[in-house]
Nanobody, 127 residues
Framework: QVQLVESGGGLVQAGGSLRLSCAAS????????MGWFRQAPGKEREFVAG????????GYADSVKGRFTISRDNAKNTLYLEMKSLKPEDTAVYYC????????????????????WGQGTQVTVSS
């Protein structure tokens, strides 16, 4: 069973940047497809970005495409989310998640597909 711990959240002005990290332990990181989700107050948790086991294939929600970049370092057991041109509507708790899904070359987009979750890190973007 893999444990996930997010870090890197904080308060940033609109137009600024942040880099989130997700450290994995207790499992073979490269066996998991990974993803980032976020949940704003009063809203449902939503998909932000996903990445395949090797890191070759990535995908994004339309709302972050072109501004966010997901990546992973399997040697360091770490997942990243580089966020640029941040907007107030990006304010949310950001969660990383791991999926044991069978398709190694793809990534999952729905909450139900993910098996393990971190505790989340708060990102607040001021206008």
């Amino acid at each position: 069973q893999v444990q996930l711990v997010e870090s890197g959240g904080g308060l940033v002005q609109a137009g600024g940047s942040l880099r989130l990290s997700c450290a994995a332990s207790g499992g073979t990181f490269s066996n998991y497809r990974m993803g980032w989700f976020r949940q704003a107050p009063g809203k449902e948790r939503e998909f932000v970005a996903g990445i395949s086991r090797s890191g070759v294939t990535t995908g994004y929600a339309d709302s972050v495409k072109g501004r966010f970049t997901i990546s992973r370092d399997n040697a360091k057991n770490t997942l990243y989310l580089e966020m640029k041109s941040l907007k107030p509507e990006d304010t949310a708790v950001y969660y990383c998640a791991a999926d044991r899904g069978p398709s190694a070359g793809w990534y999952a987009r729905t909450i139900e597909e993910y098996d393990y979750w971190g505790q989340g890190t708060q990102v607040t973007v001021s206008s």
